[in-house]
Structure formats: C-alpha cells, structure tokens
C-alpha cells in the first residue's frame, strides 16, 4: 500500500512573533527617564449628588442603553428616508415637491400606477 503527503497552499504566513519588554525592565525604564505612565484605563469620577449614572455602572443592564440607542438611530433613518427632496423646474423656477413624503413602499404591496 502506498503512501501519499499532502500539502495544502494556505494563507498563513510564518510566525512573525517577538519577545516584549518584562514588567520589571518597562519599570525601570519608567523610573530612569521619568516618563509618565501611559498605561491603564482613565478614571471616571462622578458628582456625588448624581448618583450612579448607568453609563458607569456595572450592575446596569446595558441591553436596554443599546436598545434606547438603536430605536433613535432607526427613527433618524426612517425620517431621513420619507424626506423628499425638493426639485426646482428650471424652465419656469418653480419648487415642485417630489412626493407626499408619507408613502413608503416595502416590498410586500408594489405601487401600482
């Protein structure tokens, strides 16, 4: 019975990998050219008399934030999407408006003219 290799062509390129800087070599570093420290994640500080704001607090269900968020975005897009433009006929300089802006069509009943 014979034997066959097989090789595959695929896209991953070698292992480009390199040894970082130890947390005492980046210390000393630090130390020696007083550098200020730029790591780390900023500080959040809020007026007492705000109380914890949801944004910040990690008990809060941040499914509805992101639900508050995306209902706005959709309503900003369906009212930018039933705006209509407004046409200017050159010949007579009228301001004609290209629709009644309340029609929107979805696909399930087409406009039949």
Do not use: C, H
């Not at 008990?59 to 934030?65: A, F, H, L, M, P």
């Not at 309340?102 to 399930?108: A, C, S």
Request: proline share 4%.
């Amino acid at each position: 019975m014979r034997s066959f290799k097989i090789t595959q062509k695929t896209s991953f390129n070698d292992n480009e990998s390199y040894e970082g800087e130890t947390i005492e070599t980046k210390i000393m570093r630090i130390v020696e050219n007083k550098e200020p420290i730029e790591d780390g994640a900023p500080l959040i500080y809020t007026e007492r008399k705000d109380g914890v704001q949801p944004e910040y607090n990690v008990r809060t269900d941040k499914w509805e934030i992101a639900l508050d968020a995306m209902d706005k975005v959709a309503k900003t897009n369906y009212a930018k999407s039933i705006e209509t433009p407004n046409v200017e006929n050159s010949e007579s300089g009228i301001v004609e408006n290209s629709g009644s802006g309340t029609e929107v069509n979805t696909g399930d009943n087409p406009k039949t003219d």
